[in-house]
């Protein structure tokens, strides 16, 4: 069955080319000449995605957008552009426009924008049969949880694996991002090509772009012959970029013109290669600060993030800890090995500020230093036996007295940071108002950490 798409364009010239370059492509095309007329022909007809172009007389593309969105949430709609006016585009994203393309454009970019959107909403009928395969097959063995917020993570790795969008993957160091990212691209179509990883922050400087993006014999010092970068590496298959919230400010235009191009310049070179290459990325820190403070793209931020999928810390997820608990102590000779009650309780009510990770290390730090096949309460280290649940009141004072000021003020960076720094779900957890919390925020003058 073919796609339905409506096109809606009040330049005669550019709506038919639209038209032509979509029928060739064997879609059902449907022309309007307006934004009022699209709009009516999209109650009539239902189209399977929407293609206006954003600035139009009378009823503009956001409007169209935004009508559209009201009567049919799940309908993608992409939006063309000018040149030079991204920040519109942003907006038009922001409204919930699938992705953009910005004019002039070229046929294969058109073609790839467009099937790219088609697969993404499942409308071919074997896309739909791989995506109700994939509720059998997905293996989470290497992602161990239980609990409604894992569970979650887990539904979203179903729904998008076997679709081209990018996606963006947020939470703190130690969560699991990268096994996530390869469970993605392990129940895709591509999980026979290759999964190429690289973090964004552990590469020199001055080696990042060729890292990424390769380049030609002599384009510097010491390139003494033609080397691929990380994106030819993965053709075919998956790229992950960890840590992308770091990469430097000048290669972002670079990153965000094969996001859209579908295609990578290698440094040195004079001829853009073509690439058919999945992007996944990840990052620990606050992106919207980022955005802000003017260290990263916003529409960079966009292209990468058509799908967001946020992984909670382990505090989050406490009923995961005994689960995990167990795993890792399988995974490092520990099979026959048990915890008493008292120190699987004392781990369970720990903070884990290093999450997965840190849970990790202590359970292989505990196998190799124990005295038998149970580990007790007292074998924990200090940090642990003070959460133990027989631990009189919740705070264990000093016997030369303590600053009353002080213990609040940490009794508050303590909720906030067990909260990831949300101030209504650190306002709930000391049971508060939340103006009273934002009032002993800033009374105590408590900032959130750089990252």
């Not at 179903?158 to 993957?169: G, P, Q, Y």
Request: aromatic share 6%.
């Amino acid at each position: 069955m073919k796609a339905k798409i409506l096109v809606i364009d009040d330049d005669t010239s550019l709506r038919r080319v639209l038209e032509y370059n979509l029928q060739e492509e064997g879609y059902e095309v449907q022309a309007a000449a307006s934004g009022e007329e699209g709009v009516k022909l999209f109650k009539l007809l239902q189209p399977d995605l929407v293609i206006t172009d954003m600035k139009m007389s009378g009823m503009d593309g956001l409007k169209v957008l935004n009508s559209i969105k009201e009567s049919s949430p799940d309908t993608l709609v992409i939006i063309i552009t000018a040149f030079g006016t991204v920040d519109v585009a942003v907006e038009a994203m922001k409204a919930g426009a699938y992705d953009y393309i910005t004019k002039p454009f070229n046929r294969e970019a058109l073609k790839l924008t467009v099937k790219k959107a088609l697969q993404f909403a499942g409308l071919a009928e074997e896309n739909k049969r791989l995506k109700d395969e994939l509720t059998d097959k997905v293996d989470f063995r290497s992602i161990v949880g239980s609990s409604p917020e894992m569970e979650k993570v887990f539904d979203m790795v179903r729904k998008v694996a076997d679709t081209e969008a990018s996606v963006l993957i947020t939470g703190e160091s130690g969560t699991g991002k990268e096994l996530i990212a390869r469970s993605i691209h392990a129940n895709s179509s591509r999980r026979d090509g290759p999964f190429v990883a690289i973090n964004c922050s552990a590469i020199p400087r001055d080696l990042l772009e060729s890292e990424l993006f390769g380049h030609t014999k002599g384009a510097f010092t010491g390139a003494i012959k033609e080397k691929n970068g990380k994106f030819q590496l993965a053709d075919g298959g998956t790229i992950f970029l960890d840590e992308v919230g770091e990469l430097l400010l000048e290669l972002q235009p670079k990153l965000l013109r094969v996001l859209q191009e579908k295609e990578v310049e290698p440094l040195g070179g004079i001829k853009p290669q073509k690439l058919d290459v999945r992007v996944i990325s990840a990052t620990n820190l606050n992106i919207d600060k980022a955005i802000s403070d003017g260290t990263f793209r916003e529409d960079l931020y966009y292209r990468l993030s058509v799908i967001p999928i946020h992984l909670p810390p382990l505090r989050e997820r406490r009923k995961d800890i005994p689960l995990l608990i167990k795993y890792f102590s399988a995974k490092h000779g520990g099979e026959n090995v048990s915890f008493d009650k008292k120190a699987l309780e004392a781990l369970t009510m720990f903070s884990w500020p290093g999450t997965v990770r840190e849970l990790e290390n202590t359970v292989e730090r505990l196998l190799i230093m124990r005295d038998s096949d149970v580990i007790s309460f007292e074998d924990l280290p200090d940090k642990f036996r003070e959460h133990s649940p027989e631990t009189n009141g919740v705070v264990r004072l000093p016997d030369e007295g303590y600053s009353l000021e002080q213990l609040e003020r940490e009794i508050v960076i303590e909720a906030l940071e067990r909260n990831a720094w949300n101030q209504t779900a650190a306002a709930r957890f000391l049971r508060i108002p939340r103006h009273t919390l934002i009032y002993r925020i800033e009374k105590y003058q408590i900032e959130m950490p750089e990252r």
